[in-house]
């Protein structure tokens, strides 16, 4: 079974950093382009950051300068760094995998949530 399984999510205060990992199973992790995503209560779901297999990464232009995302080729990880967070970051964040070589699919982990409040 495909699974990813997200963590590193929490209450953090604005300016502080905080870091998400995606430990996924189940797929031949170097043929996908991982991504993250979050939703805020009442918005629609925004694509954060996505990094492919070789390390090619694009960022939302919200969070561009203050996360950055990597992957463990190793291990099967993809993380993001959340740097200076603000209170709009606050969402459910969701680890995304999209296959790239061969047929095309995707999965997705349950979410976690970060919460940026004083």
């Known amino acids: 079974q495909v699974q990813l399984a997200e963590s590193g999510g929490g209450l953090v205060q604005p300016g502080e950093s905080m870091r998400l990992s995606c430990k996924t199973s189940g797929i031949i992790f170097n043929i996908y382009q991982m991504g993250w995503y979050r939703q805020a209560p009442g918005k629609d779901l925004e694509l954060v950051a996505h990094i492919s297999p070789t390390g090619s990464t694009h960022y939302a232009d919200s969070v561009k300068g203050r996360f950055a995302i990597s992957r463990d080729n190793a291990i099967n990880v993809v993380y993001l760094q959340l740097n200076s967070l603000k209170a709009e970051d606050t969402a459910v964040y969701y680890c995304?995998?999209?296959?790239?070589?061969?047929?095309?699919?995707?999965?997705w982990g349950q979410g976690t949530q970060v919460t940026v409040s004083s």
């Open positions: 995304n995998a999209d296959r790239v070589i061969g047929e095309r699919n995707q999965y």
